[in-house]
């Protein structure tokens, strides 16, 4: 199966400013794993130590949200398109303003 | 640095005014220079905020927003090139939160702008752009130019 992964600008950096990549698999999974091989690190920003999807990252196949499917275990079909899309948040609430103080240079 | 069009700034100050005393967010559209850290932002797009329960502080950018406009950014020839987000009654410098979320999403993101705007019952008062360099929010500069492709 010939997955095409499309990749968010910031992660651009891992994919040598591929905007999409092409990779094999049968599962979500797989399809991460064969982009890992082609394009090192980039699993790391989409799961974390257990293999799991970090919280803040979501993977869309096609259109569906795939954690309303069958997570990374969902089956793709040669032509999917897989999209690494950001849960971008944050807000005005200051919480500990001070650490932010203390790290900006 | 950050090049605004005029018109993308204009509808940037309309979207955090009516949203206002909520937080607005949307991403920014144009084109990231290859090897310059200098982002070139053709339109802004709103997209929804799915904070419901602490809108007047908090932000969650729509992924299914962000998947359909990044797909209209790249049918023509754009890129999304950041997000921005109002800030109701406060300064436009990262909270913890961003910082903390953006770390989380990205650890670095030396392509990728994050513009705040202060708004208050007047009208939108300030707005500044933060790239995050290692974990740590830093300012770039704002300039506002037309965009020509």
């Known amino acids: 199966m010939s997955v ?7 992660l651009r950096p891992l994919t040598r400013g591929r905007d999409s990549v092409q990779v094999a698999g049968a599962t979500a999974r797989q399809v991460l794993e064969s982009l890992e091989k082609e394009c090192a690190g ?5 799961c974390d130590e257990r293999g799991e999807m970090r919280r803040f990252v979501n993977l869309f196949l096609n259109d569906e949200d ?3 499917l069958q997570g990374l275990d969902t089956l793709v ?9 950001p849960a971008i948040a944050g807000g005005a609430e200051a919480g500990s303003a001070n650490s932010l103080r203390g790290k900006q240079g | 640095m950050l090049i605004l069009d005029p018109e993308a700034e204009n509808a940037m100050r ?3 005014e009516s949203g206002y005393p909520h937080e607005v967010c949307g991403l920014l559209l144009g084109r990231c220079d290859a090897g310059s850290e200098m982002r070139r932002v053709a339109e802004a797009r709103p997209a929804a905020n799915l904070n419901l329960e602490r809108a007047a502080d908090r932000y969650e950018l729509s992924p299914a927003d962000f998947l359909r ?3 209209e950014a790249r049918s023509r020839e754009l890129e999304v090139v950041g997000v921005y987000h109002s800030h109701p009654d406060h300064p436009s410098r990262p909270s913890e939160t961003d910082r903390l979320r953006a770390e989380e999403i990205w650890q670095s993101s030396e392509s990728w702008s994050y513009l705040i705007l202060e708004v208050a019952s ?9 790239v995050l360099k290692q974990g740590i929010f830093a300012e770039e500069e704002i300039q506002v130019l037309p965009f020509r492709r």
């Open chain 1, 42 to 46: 980039i699993r790391a920003r989409v």
């Open chain 2, 69 to 71: 406009i990044e797909r």
């Open chain 1, 66 to 68: 795939i954690r309303h």
């Open chain 2, 14 to 16: 309309d979207h955090t």
């Open chain 2, 122 to 130: 007047g009208g939108m008062a300030s707005r500044r752009s933060w």
């Open chain 1, 4 to 10: 095409t992964v499309k990749i968010p600008t910031p």
């Open chain 1, 77 to 85: 079909k040669d032509g999917d398109i897989l999209s690494i899309v």
